[in-house]
């Protein structure tokens, strides 16, 4: 495998990033990676087998116009781009700006072909153990048409039966109320289309406190209404480890009470930590190109990693393809 990583996006940039890589190549000796930003922060990388430097000049801020950031050849994320398709590398990683990694990757390494708009996908934890679902679109786009919806749904049904050796899984529509009635003007517009839709087994309306259970497979909903979802899953998250902390901590009692079941209150910790999912697959560009979230730090950037190793695995790519021709 061949991994292009660029080292400076993000909020936290080469802190998260460097730390990140350096567990990333001792875990996996199979992969070649392109280390792409300033030398001299990356010097200690120098030397190493399978690893090339890259140098870039700048850093696109996090809210950079994207047309802006397509015109600055000498990023960190326009120079990691040039050199994924140089080399043929097969996942680019970044933790930047969203809106310039979308627009820089549709224009560059182009969209798969019936694709209309890329999303973000990721898998989210569940209450139960070793079930997960995923989302789409997660925050590359801001607004939607109802065909687009669509298009979502197909493509998060087969990146879950594709990840997660599915049949048939369950698609859902992520809404203000079971009813199909309920929903915004493009939810009941796109809710008929998903119905008729003979690809996915579309299965209604569900509302934002239910996936959690994990009794859903696939959940749609369009690009700014999937980011709120995203980061009020993530917040909700920190303040329930926040609070357990708090609780344990009153007294003597409590305290000896947490001895006696630290193992479980840690499990439940790491199953629903939001930095063991790490990045979401840019689906639907021709290539495996990984958000990393922009705050990152070594534990989330290093999941992004392994989340681009597995979807390398899988063959993620040429399989959608196939699916899609279906």
């Known amino acids: 495998m061949k991994f292009v990583i660029d080292m400076m996006g993000g909020d936290n ?37 399978n690893i090339t430097l890259v140098e870039s000049k700048s850093v696109l801020k996090m809210d950079v116009d994207p047309l802006s950031a397509l015109k600055d050849k000498d990023s960190s994320l326009m120079v990691a781009i040039k050199t994924y398709l140089d080399n043929k590398c097969d996942a680019l990683i970044s933790a930047g700006s969203t809106g310039a990694l979308l627009s ?10 019936g694709i209309t708009r ?3 996908i990721t898998s989210f934890p569940t209450v139960k153990k070793n079930k997960k679902f995923v989302v789409c679109d997660l925050g590359a786009n801001n607004s939607n048409t109802k065909e687009e919806l669509v298009q979502f749904a197909i493509m998060g049904s087969i990146y879950y039966s594709i990840v997660y050796h599915a ?42 406190r239910d996936p959690l259970f994990g009794d859903i497979d696939v959940l749609v909903t369009d690009g700014y209404t999937g980011n709120i979802f995203l ?18 901590k009153k007294n003597i009692l409590t305290m ?3 001895l ?11 199953r629903m930590d939001y930095k063991n999912v790490g990045g979401a697959l840019l689906m639907g560009v021709n290539g495996v190109v990984i958000k990393a979230h922009g705050s990152s730090d070594t534990k989330s950037f290093l999941s992004a990693l392994e989340n681009g190793y597995k979807l390398v695995s899988v ?12």
């Open 167 to 208: 049949v048939n899984p369950s698609v859902y529509l992520l809404s203000n109320g079971t009813e199909e009635e309920k929903g915004s003007p493009l939810n009941k517009e796109a809710y008929p289309l998903l119905k008729e839709c003979k690809s996915i087994n579309f299965k209604g309306n569900i509302e934002g």
């Open 231 to 248: 980061k009020s899953v993530e917040g909700t998250a920190k303040a329930m480890s926040r609070m357990i902390k708090e609780a344990f």
């Open 118 to 120: 890329p999303c973000l």
């Open 315 to 326: 063959n993620i790519v040429e399989k959608f393809k196939e699916e899609l021709s279906k």
């Open 260 to 270: 006696f079941s630290k193992s479980g209150v840690n499990e439940i910790k790491e």
């Open 256 to 258: 000896i009470g947490y």
């Open 104 to 113: 820089a990757s549709i224009f560059k390494i182009k969209r798969i072909e």
């Open 13 to 49: 940039g080469v802190k998260a990033t460097i730390s990140g890589t350096k567990e990333f190549i001792k875990r996996h000796k199979d992969v070649e990676l392109f280390l792409v930003g300033n030398l001299d922060d990356l010097s200690e990388f120098k030397n190493m087998p």
